[in-house]
């Protein structure tokens, strides 16, 4: 399963580890299964509609996920995948 | 009299305590997030706080033991396939009000939000719902953004006579009023002049900066408007202004209006420089207080800087308890008053810029 490595300032705000797993074969898959381990980390990652969070970026191993709005991107079993605050965020 | 205070600031919620050398810092919640709006829900103590953590989104935390321990609860959510405008869809970016319900509603509780929803919740917060009557609204497609990306609301009356009667203030479109419940709404801007539109006196585009009830006489409003001082005493039937010219005094431009709940015609404002500047009148802070339903205002400087000052006061930095007053500026000073707003002593000068302020 993919390994989800977490910003530290998303673990001070929500209860997650800096580093778990999670099943699933796009990010979008991999996010649902945070949100079932998780309850609520979603909403942190998340717009209402489901598109990435305008200030929260997402890399798969070194590459930024293209499709912030379905999160299609695929990730594979081996892969480390990163959740941060953008810097856009200030 | 009440105790606390609870400051919402752009650096975490800070608490404020009463003895006997005046307010104190004793608290502070949610170091380094926005706190948007916090209040405590008199009917049961239960303290609120609204969240905006730039990056992680909006979030709404709650506390039973007056912020010994918070609970997280689930913000509002706008529906899927909510949308602003057309293509554009809606998502929650800012609390920017929290409201509890009226007499026979012990748990139902107003959000209102940017981008212009209206959420309630009649389970004492656990979950929320988008009011689509309001949202739904033929005029919201023409709702704009004042000072924000997005239409907003931040005011919420619910008639202490009759909780089916309330009203929303919206920047930008103006007031709006539902009788029933909020099956259907009703603009009430007449008498508003919105001078940034074409029409100034167009039903919808006003800008209320704030809304405020006199809660033993609910028909009586008040309203620091973007383009002057209204008051209505017809439940927004009709606003008078009651904005004074410069050689009067400073009443006309600013964001808070605070309304003594049992005097219909007494208020306080805390003027500013028109929008294009957002500064203290003359770089000198002062409070402005009427007790004739407008038609005077007397100014009080006594306690508030009065020399090379930038402080206003955003919508909900005042509030008012008794004869005491107190209120935070948007450069992280706060100032109180025992005596109804004619002195004023300094709390704390250095705190981060302050979104509201409420006696707990």
Redo the contacts between chains.
């Keep these: 399963m993919p390994t989800v490595r977490v910003a530290q300032h998303l673990a001070h705000q929500f209860p997650i580890p800096r580093k778990c797993v999670a099943k699933g074969r796009t990010v979008a898959e991999v996010i649902a299964d945070l949100e079932r381990q998780y309850p609520g980390v979603s909403r942190y990652l998340l717009e209402d509609h489901a598109a990435l969070r305008q200030h929260v970026n997402v890399f798969i191993g070194e590459k930024p996920v293209a499709d912030r709005n379905g999160l299609s991107d695929p990730v594979s079993e081996d892969v480390d995948l990163f959740i941060m605050q953008a810097l856009s965020g200030g | 009299m009440r105790e606390n205070v609870l400051l919402g600031t752009r650096k975490g919620l800070i608490v404020l305590a009463r003895s006997s050398n005046g307010w104190n810092v004793v608290g502070e919640h949610f170091v380094g997030?926005q706190v948007t709006y916090a209040v405590v829900d008199h009917r049961t103590g239960r303290w609120w706080a609204c969240l905006e953590?730039?990056?992680?989104?909006i979030?709404l935390h709650r506390s039973d033991d007056r912020g010994a321990t918070w609970e997280?609860v689930?913000?509002p959510?706008?529906p899927?396939g909510?949308e602003i405008s057309e293509g554009k869809?809606?998502?929650?970016k800012y609390l920017w009000v929290l409201e509890p319900g009226g007499s026979g509603q012990p748990q139902r509780l107003y959000l209102g939000t940017i981008p212009g929803g209206l959420f309630v919740s009649d389970d004492s917060g656990s979950s929320w719902s988008l009011h689509l009557p309001l949202w739904n609204h033929p005029s919201r497609p023409s709702w704009f953004g004042g000072g924000m990306d997005e239409a907003g609301i931040h005011s919420i009356l619910v008639d202490p006579r009759d909780s089916r009667h309330i009203f929303v203030g919206v920047s930008c479109a103006g007031v709006f009023e539902t009788r029933n419940g909020g099956e259907t709404w009703a603009p009430r801007n007449s008498g508003c002049r919105a001078d940034f539109l074409p029409d100034p006196e167009a039903e919808i585009g006003q800008d209320p900066h704030s809304v405020a009830m006199c809660a033993d006489h609910p028909d009586v409003l008040w309203q620091q408007n973007h383009c002057g001082v209204y008051r209505s005493n017809n439940a927004g039937e009709q606003w008078e202004t009651i904005s004074q010219s410069d050689d009067e005094s400073p009443v006309h431009f600013g964001f808070v209006v605070s309304a003594d709940p049992s005097n219909p015609d007494e208020a306080w404002i805390v003027p500013a420089v028109s929008d294009e500047q957002r500064i203290a009148v003359d770089r000198a802070l002062c409070v402005c207080h009427t007790l004739d339903g407008g038609k005077t205002w007397q100014t009080y400087r006594q306690g508030l800087p009065q020399k090379n000052c930038y402080d206003f006061v955003f919508r909900h930095g005042l509030d008012v308890d008794g004869d005491r007053l107190l209120f935070g500026t948007a450069t992280g000073a706060t100032f109180s008053s025992d005596d109804r707003g004619q002195t004023w002593q300094a709390v704390a000068p250095h705190l981060p810029p302050v979104y509201s302020v409420r006696f707990a």
């Design positions: 997030a953590h730039g990056h992680w989104g979030k997280e689930p913000a959510k706008y899927d909510s869809p809606a998502s929650t």
